[in-house]
């Protein structure tokens, strides 16, 4: 199956710059693509590369440099991207039904367009939507729900109460609705505080593989439609966070704590329990948010700070070397005209 | 079902400020409760949520300030949260028996009144004590324990040999007795050192969902009793943790550490190898031990240090700006000085 | 079963000093090795441990101090150490066959030698070579494959189109293949690029528990032969891992970015995306490569820097207090010459 680069760009709302009529066969990156293949250039680093690549056609934003290939130029070259790839590997959707290895408890509802794959167990009165996909081994606990087209990939583990919205996808391994951590403790011994809450998670959430959310203490732990989790993620209980964030590889938000819409934390970045973060706030790489962050401000450094602020710090940890030597000048020079002073003193 | 406030003060010894005869139906967070209902005010950051609460009746401590709610007061207020939401919401307990797609190994002892789940894995000469619960899809390995009232939770793991002491609860995910991280290299390649010892988890522990603690080289990685561990926590081989440990999300403990008693580390804090953390030592969020601590001291930091000297450097980095706007006007009066006495010396 | 330290020293190519015909039926460690054990000192910081060890007799490498216990003396003790493991304890392979309640896909190769686990399932089309295991409730996906004696342990989860090099072992709870973690945003909506690349993982790997390995965008996210991944490892969309690496536990690396061979992550390091690490390059316990880091440079720090700088800079941090102070005493010393110096002009 090939399209010319002509239908291609109809299809994205771009245009051609070269040959119209160029058949593109698949999608590849600059390193793999050849003449019958479209790449992209999305970040001005691969230029180089771009350049080189055999591709007989390349993906470009607005203002690309010229390239050897035919060029395919839309406004924006990332969703361009995710509607080709979805193009040349179109979703395999697994078929309606349910395993007969499948444990379905009693008065669990499953949708007849649902899929329920092998050895997966679905919990007394918990409700699988249209066009849902439990696949196999993964494991809905009592009560719980999934919108339509909502998936939960293998080994999935949801607990008693969780809800998942429409068309989230939660990825191999995570575990949604666990204990939060809360003791409360005297005379060196940890009681457990009872976790009581849920977990709710809104449409068109995706949390990443092996990541995990706590249920609430009492009430929710919510994630807004629209949010994205990577792998590897924790959300401490009573957490809520906003639509449309997103939070990168291994990082953490501890108990109590609320983002606003749009938030993003980089990866491996944390935050402390019992805090908010603003709308459209961002946490830096490797950093701890361990005050509140005001809505739209970025912050970095370990406890994170204004992230301008932090820039320069780190700048200037660098040049604490040359204050100490500065420092050793200045002391020997102010030494010297003291003593010099002195002894004119003396003279007097 | 209701309990008076007198009722859930006896059951707590506290005492009612306000109307004895409330009537209580559940327990809510300051956010959701209504007038039938009981929330809790246990710090001082939420007093302004207290107060608006339209709770009925509020949990306190000593000393809280005065509220409309009718008060409910006493010692340790999060001892009472624990007890109250656990008469709320008593722990549903699986029922006894083992589902027949179990698989139960050779010479494994299931006791009756123990809970195996559906497609639950067990090995050939375990021990699954009374009471205790293998939840769906968990994975016993070969000559494992599991203590009285013990809980594997969906999709735990433990490797061969691992035991888990009474009443510990080990979340979703979590697995116990994967091979330590141990390689002898050399000339470029690394030769597995094979991890022939186990892991062993003492009683009134709790191990958070896709936490992982590897076996012992030789011997026993252990964890001590009533230590807590959150989600994605990481424990290496030979690692030996003392009692009543905390160990928040993220954590990390490289190999043969060992920790005392009541140790905690806060989220995403890391330990090195082949360290000694003594009795109630603690690890700031974020921070990195990679030297010994001595019992009850805190540290903070990358590389971690003392935390109040660690304090003071986070304040002095943020003062590096001013200090260089200091040293830059100290070195142009002191050429000036030098300038004009040399002019003076010129004179003389 | 024993045997003579002449004999363990013949098989590891050491010698003995001291009694040649002390007999040994067991490994043990320091602390727990008994007259008829032989234990190990492999690193200094055991010496004292060792001298007060009840062993028999101990492995030492070149220039070990003198030991009560008799001496097995050998040119590389970890390696020496990886043998004689093997040999008190050699590793369980699991009988050939497939279980009867593994669910095989159409298509599906399993050779006669491999095991197939309890509640395994293997995809459509996927190829699980000789001698290799999938143990219980592993899953495979579609068009996998597991070479030669590669070994799945309970839970892992193989996405559609993974492939596994001959040996390697993937252990429990790790997910290969999942998707990338990338999206186009525009007007505050995160649309999902789909991730229709693969994982590939080379021979002799080992990947840790709950290690997370994403598929590439398009092409392959690989990781190079003999590189060891521990526990808990993130690594992103189209990483490039070279041969021999060390992937300590928690660390992460965000996309695209590529190691070149024997690259060491220390616990809890991150990575950034889209970079280059060299041959032999290392990142620090705890710290973030942000910027490419050249073959055989350590580095450390958030962000990294050259490692002796970074540790300079640490020094340099606990100096800031005592800097301040000089800096304030040079302040006042030459505010007391200047205004000796104006008086003294108001002299002339």
Chains 1, 2, 3 share one sequence.
């Not at 203490?217 to 639509?243: F, M, P, S, W, Y």
């Not at 935050?271 to 790489?285: E, I, M, N, P």
Request: glycine share 14%; net charge negative.
């Amino acid at each position: 199956m090939a399209y010319s680069l002509a239908e291609l760009a109809a299809l994205v709302g771009g245009r051609v710059e070269g040959d119209p009529e160029r058949a593109v066969e698949s999608i590849q990156t600059l390193a793999a693509a050849g003449p019958r293949d479209l790449s992209f250039l999305t970040h001005p680093r691969y230029r180089e590369q771009a350049a080189a690549s055999a591709a007989g056609a390349i993906l470009v934003g607005p203002g690309a440099p010229p390239l050897q290939a035919d060029l395919l130029v839309v406004g924006d070259a990332a969703q361009a991207l995710a509607r080709l790839i979805a193009l040349f590997h179109p979703p395999r959707r697994p078929a309606p039904g349910v395993h007969p290895t499948a444990v379905v408890g009693e008065g669990a509802r499953v949708d007849p367009t649902a899929h329920v794959g092998a050895y997966a167990v679905i919990g007394a009165g918990s409700d699988i939507g249209p066009g849902a996909a439990v696949h196999a081994l993964a494991v809905v606990g009592r009560d719980c729900s999934l919108g339509a087209g909502a998936v939960l990939h293998p080994h999935v583990v949801l607990y008693d109460g969780t809800a998942v919205g429409e068309r989230s996808e939660i990825h191999a391994g995570a575990v949604l609705g666990s204990d939060g951590f809360g003791y409360a403790s005297a005379a060196g011994r940890h009681t457990k505080i009872p976790q009581a809450g849920r977990v709710i998670v809104e449409a068109d959430v995706e949390v990443g593989a092996n990541a995990t959310i706590d249920r609430a203490t009492l009430g929710e732990t919510r994630i807004g439609a629209g949010t994205k989790i990577d792998n590897l993620v924790q959300v401490g209980h009573n957490v809520e966070i906003g639509e449309a964030c997103i939070l990168c590889g291994q990082a953490g938000i501890a108990g109590s704590t609320r983002l606003g819409r749009g938030v993003v934390l980089a990866g491996q970045a944390g935050v402390g329990g019992h805090l908010t973060l603003g709308d459209f706030a961002q946490v830096a790489a490797k950093s701890a948010a361990l005050s509140p962050v005001a809505a739209g401000v970025k912050v970095g450094g370990i406890p994170a700070i204004e992230l301008g602020k932090w820039r320069r710090e780190v700048v200037l940890r660098g040049r604490l070397e040359e204050m100490g030597r500065k420092l050793a000048e200045l002391t020997r020079r102010l030494a010297a005209l003291e003593e010099r002073l002195g002894a004119e003193s003396e003279e007097d």
